[in-house]
């Protein structure tokens, strides 16, 4: 069906009558009499009024031009069918540690080493691809802790600005319990059973104004589950001046409080020692039970606007031509 936006602008189709009708005239023998002062020019003046007088089809493309052209401003649309929206999941913030350590390349991608970030993108992005009915936001957390995405049903903005960050975007240090502060108090004015926060990282609380257990205390009094996700490899093989050795690159992890964070919310701690493990962590994630809400619909509109505007124009530009070859 046709839909109208702005069906208000109709009100000026009467405009130019009003102009006519209420504006003094200008006197024609003054105005004649101001341009052409030589009787002869006079008469042709007169003349080519006459013959245009005698042409009433341009007063009526006028017309229809002006009729198109608030047509247009009125922003016709069209309508299409309602579509029902999957709107029955949760109100999901992801949490992703963008400190200096991330920068540790313990992962294995596609047969090749890479540091714990981008290994996060691969995957998380296919969990939130996954996420279909969930409202998504995005914290990118190292010394401060920023919302880079507020909750939003899309999926791909959320997933374009987590593949935009990049390790020690928001400092080089860790400030968990800033994050969690944070995601509670964007997730705080959401239905209690629905707000879940995944927060991924790979070290300890070294920085921020909260202790990350305070903000566990806080977020459990507001039932903001946090499922904790702690990234980094047990062990791998580095080469020096005196040969390869075994060296633990997650000796930083706070693992205990990890843990305590998520059993205050009733939430669960998950350990990623490989690509593999955080993918498994992520399906398990997809079994969050959602949460049901009430059906939204989305009808698709198409722009008609450029339709009459362009004959609008056409008209215009044909009057113009018309006048320039009487003149």
């Given at each position: 069906?046709?839909h109208?936006?702005w069906?208000?602008l109709?009100?000026a189709?009467p405009?130019?009558w ?5 504006t ?10 101001l ?16 013959t245009?007088s005698?042409k009433p ?5 006028a ?10 401003c ?18 999901l913030m ?14 294995i991608v596609?047969d ?5 970030l ?10 939130l691809?996954r ?6 936001g995005?914290?990118?957390f ?7 995405a ?8 959320v ?5 935009e ?5 928001a400092?080089?240090s860790?400030?968990i319990g800033d994050a969690?502060?944070l995601?509670v108090?964007?997730?705080?004015s959401q ?6 926060l ?7 609380n070294?920085?921020?104004k909260v ?19 702690g990234?980094g490899?047990?062990e791998?093989i580095?080469s020096?001046?005196f040969?390869s050795?075994k060296?633990?690159?997650?000796r930083?992890l ?5 843990t305590?964070i998520?059993e ?10 490989n690509t ?8 398990l ?6 949460v ?9 509109r198409?722009?008609?606007f450029?339709?009459?505007l362009?004959?609008?124009l056409f008209?215009a530009s ?8 009487f003149s």
């Open positions: 069906m046709i109208f936006a069906p208000w109709f009100l189709l405009l130019p009003f102009i006519r009708r209420f003094p005239a200008i006197n024609s023998a003054e105005q004649a009499a341009k052409v002062p030589f009787l002869d020019d006079f008469n042709i003046a007169q003349s080519q009024q006459v245009q005698n089809w341009a007063l009526w493309l017309v229809l031009a002006w009729c198109l052209l608030v047509l247009a009125t922003r016709p649309q069209w309508l299409g069918e309602p579509i029902e929206q999957g709107v029955s999941g949760r109100d992801l949490a992703v540690d963008l400190s200096g350590s991330m920068e540790e390349r313990d992962f596609n090749q080493a890479v540091d714990r981008s290994a996060t993108k691969v995957v998380a992005n296919d969990f691809e996420r279909v009915g969930d409202r998504l995005l914290i990118l190292g010394t401060n802790a920023y919302l880079q507020p909750l939003t049903f899309d999926r791909k903005t997933t374009t600005l987590l593949n960050s990049f390790i020690t975007l400092g080089e860790t400030a969690i502060g995601a108090k964007r997730l705080q239905k209690a059973d629905s707000r879940v995944i927060l991924l990282t790979d070290g300890a070294t920085a921020g202790s990350p257990l305070k903000a566990a205390e806080l977020a459990a009094q507001y039932h903001l589950k946090i499922y904790t996700i990234i490899a047990d791998m580095v020096s001046f040969g050795r060296v633990n690159p997650s930083d706070d693992e205990k409080t990890l305590t998520a205050k919310t009733g939430g669960r701690y998950f350990r990623a020692r593999q493990e955080l993918e498994q962590i992520y399906q994630l997809d079994e969050l039970e959602p049901e809400k009430d059906k939204q619909f989305f009808r698709p198409t722009e008609l450029f339709w009459p362009a004959c609008a008209l044909l009057i113009s031509l018309m006048r320039l070859r």
